[in-house]
């Protein structure tokens, strides 16, 4: 049993092996409360315009805060990948897309995280800041932010769906060796 | 906010929205403790022998307990969804797998669940079971014990995965229209 200095004394902070279960779990000593914690999804896509520019939005939350990105977020509850993919899209550039192909599943097992992006096209260029967003912009590839991404997944994306369109292969790529 | 009868009148059983965010989610009343739920994953194999039979396994847990599945489980928390996948034919079947493709990534949104399922193949037939199953044995196509598997979506893998094999198009699968 060991209490985590996280969480500030609060919810579940004692690390323990729940009867019946064989590792250790979150559990809160005030009430029993156990805290399943796991792998958290993060849904986006690559969006093309009709003539091939990509969209990226300028992040206007942290992290990385005034860096470049695809429209991508954390999967809620009750929908679907795809779907969560088109409300990211919506909520960070007010952008309509039509998602065509799975384009990559990036594994990042030291923050626990599952990224599944989709390459999809916008339905017309009408693209805007939504509330997350500081600027959204369509990019020609040879202008890209590539200094100023806000991940390293943003890179692998664009990469990605680059060789892909190139290829006609969409067989889902995943995240380079670390 | 909404007092939620679960939980026994402990732990994060208030759904409020917290500051700065627009969803309601899970609050302990008691300490603050604000408990964000997430999609779980669920990882696992179509696991193919080296004379074409495929791997099932009985199950020895709840829910479904003598039903016929494939070895898989819920992803855990620092590892990759193809190691989870190696590690739950290890759990269930004593199972070692060499995975080929991503066969199918099926979202089932009314229990907020993404099953990313693989092709595998098992290094070999030395099958038997692990701590949750009962028994586990390598199936012909004819004699799959279709009327006792344990979920829809063991039909779907088993299914796709014949299709993926005989047309050699491993453009990952989705689960059917409900």
Known sequence: M??????GGVGPRVLRVPEGDSRPRHTCPDCGFIHYRNPLIV???VC???DGRLLLC???IAPRVGYWTIPAGYMELEESTEDGARREAIEEANANINIEHLLAIYNIPHISQVQILYAAR???DAVSPGPESQAVDLFEWEDMPWSNLA?????WALTHHRQAVEAGDWT???APAP
Do not use: M
């Not at 991940?151 to 890179?155: A, K, T």
């Open 151 to 155: 991940f390293p997944s943003v890179h």
């Open 2 to 7: 060991t209490e985590l200095g996280d969480n």
């Open 48 to 50: 093309l315009a009709g």
């Open 58 to 60: 300028q992040r206007a």
């Open 172 to 174: 889902p790529r995943s």
């Open 43 to 45: 849904v986006g896509s």
């Open 122 to 124: 916008l339905t017309n």
